[in-house]
């Protein structure tokens, strides 16, 4: 069974509404109205039976011989004149004198008369009478002579109808008042059921509060960070994740932003991104920088293709190129490239050294072959000299003293990278001289010293360089409390006023690839200034960057490494 819906419920309320209204206002009015009504009726049949009992053919007629024949054609005659219902004429003995019905003459009364025996006037309601309910004024009739004696008694009856009491109470127009009312309340409930109906798509609710409680879950445990910019560029809505990878304060209930949304120019956030945000225009996996994060950001209108304030009646206009069309603002998507980055570095650095192992034991095999060959053919000597030069071969890495156990990924990382310069034509030394653990990461020692090595790779690998110029020299060792990691290549290196930006993010002399470029150094930069070190370009007899990282071991009584004072640079430049 569907639930009502949100516009036949606020009907239901306002026409509950206006009826309790209604009986209140029919009730108050219709008391108030009995009351005055009572009132007036109660002074006017006293008045009248006073008056009547005062008229000298009412006291005659008391005093005449046959009083009922006196007095029986005055009981048809007064009432019309004095504006009252029935006119009764009662003897002291509580005996009808006269009656409008002569079949009641000489009936008795049944009420009390002894307050108007002694000279008062008594009123009261009846309501068990022939008339119905109706007001009954009675009033003491004096001897013509005026001793003061009470020879009979005047009763007065005025018919009260609720039906006039309801009329005087302007109940028939309350009525037609709530009726318009009500009218007008369910075609306002309907025009505004049709926009409920169209903003809502026909959800009840119920099925809206739980599609809320499903997506207010679901946003704040989204991986990605999610952003919803106004027109007026204010951020209405963000998710817990778009919090910490924008370094916003924490968002209220289901991340909305309250009654003073920020303005995206008063976040504090780098200016390139700042301009998307504040654009409104679609971005589609646009690179950022936010601190030391390197973003992600997708940007498109909240609605594609609507504009809520269009009206099919409306002339088309063209807008201005470039501009967005109206609509409720953009939805932003940011994910953080650099948890993507060093994860592909070290599946690519994995990966690397599997094809690594897989060639060197293609060639090892080759080489066993040979051996096996000059020994069969008793020529050890030629044996002898093929170890010797296997032994010594460069780029391998073969000879040097390394502690895999003290950072092993940097001896796996170099490895692999020795043979894939092989394949390129390049000629690459590397030496790891750590022989402690360092207590950097892992994966951040990839991340630098593979970004760096596939820079100098990439240089050194190309075809216009004099081969004698086509080489790499990696280096890893510790300087007192200090690990650096140094990576040298024989190419060109930047132009002077390329050093300035090789750190920027997106910013390369290369072509872009399918992973594109202009991310590696960045990565480094940030890396390293996140592990408080720093980085260092210089060009002597080829392009060397150096990488210095302050250890999380105690000092160890060595010295320090060169300048010092560069832990507080930042920017990568020398």
Not at 115 to 129: L, M, N, Q
């Amino acid at each position: 069974m569907r639930r009502w819906s949100i516009a036949r419920r606020l009907a239901v309320a306002q026409l509950a509404g206006l009826f309790v209204i209604a009986v209140l206002a029919i009730g108050v009015s219709y008391l108030q109205t009995r009351q005055t009504f009572y009132a007036l009726e109660r002074e006017h049949v006293v008045a009248t039976a006073q008056l009547i009992a005062d008229e000298s053919r009412v006291r005659e007629g008391f005093a005449a011989a046959d009083p009922s024949a006196a007095l029986q054609p005055l009981t048809l005659e007064l009432p019309g004149q004095a504006d009252v219902d029935w006119v009764t004429f009662f003897g002291t003995d509580a005996t009808r004198v006269a009656h409008r019905d002569p079949a009641l003459q000489g009936t008795y009364f049944p009420g009390d008369l002894s307050a108007v025996r002694a000279g008062g006037v008594s009123v009261d309601t009846v309501a068990t009478g022939p008339a119905g309910l109706s007001l009954r004024a009675l009033a003491p009739v004096m001897s013509p002579e005026d001793d003061g004696t009470v020879i009979g008694v005047v009763g007065v009856g005025q018919r009260v109808p609720e039906l006039d009491i309801a009329v005087s109470a302007q109940v028939p127009r309350i009525l037609v008042v709530t009726g318009v009312l009500a009218a007008l309340a369910l075609t306002g409930s309907a025009l505004l059921g049709r926009y409920i109906s169209r903003t809502t798509h026909g959800l009840g609710p119920e099925e809206m509060a739980a599609r809320f409680a499903v997506l207010d879950t679901a946003l704040h445990n989204v991986s990605e960070g999610m952003v919803l910019v106004s027109p007026t560029r204010h951020l209405t809505l963000y998710n817990d994740r778009a919090a910490e990878l924008l370094d916003l304060p924490p968002s209220g209930e289901a991340g909305v932003c309250g009654d003073r949304p920020p303005n995206v120019a008063d976040l504090g956030l780098p200016a390139p991104l700042s301009a998307l945000l504040g654009s409104g225009r679609q971005a589609r996996d646009e690179l950022y920088a936010v601190g030391e994060r390197i973003l992600v950001v997708n940007q498109r209108p909240a609605r594609p293709g609507t504009t809520p304030t269009a009206r099919p009646w409306a002339p088309s206009r063209r807008r201005p190129s470039g501009m967005p069309a109206p609509g409720p603002g953009t939805v932003v998507t940011l994910y953080d490239r650099t948890e993507v980055q060093e994860m592909n570095r070290e599946l690519e650095t994995t990966r690397s050294l599997t094809d690594a192992l897989r060639s060197q034991t293609h060639e090892h095999a080759n080489r066993l072959h040979t051996l096996y060959s000059l020994l069969e053919l008793g020529r050890p000597e030629q044996a002898r000299e093929l170890i010797e030069q296997t032994l010594d071969a460069r780029g391998t890495g073969a000879g040097l003293a390394t502690t895999a156990e003290a950072e092993p990924a940097l001896d796996a990382l170099m490895i692999a990278k020795a043979s894939q310069a092989r394949e390129r034509g390049v000629t690459m030394d590397h030496r790891n001289e750590v022989d402690s653990p360092t207590g950097v990461p892992a994966q951040d020692l990839v991340t630098l010293m593979g970004n760096l090595l596939d820079n100098a790779i990439d240089a050194a690998a190309d075809p216009a360089l004099d081969p004698e110029d086509r080489w790499v020299d990696a280096e890893a060792r510790l300087e007192g409390r200090w690990l650096v990691l140094q990576v040298a290549d024989g190419g060109p290196g930047p132009s002077a006023q390329d050093r300035e930006r090789i750190f920027e993010l997106g910013w390369s002399t290369k072509p872009a690839g399918p992973a594109g470029r202009g991310v590696g150094l960045a990565l480094v930069r940030q890396t390293a200034r996140r592990l408080g070190g720093t980085v260092d370009l210089a060009q002597d007899s080829g392009t060397v960057f150096t990488v210095e990282l302050p250890l999380g071991i105690p000092d160890r009584g060595l010295r320090a490494p060169r300048d010092a004072e560069r832990q507080e640079r930042i920017d990568g430049h020398a």
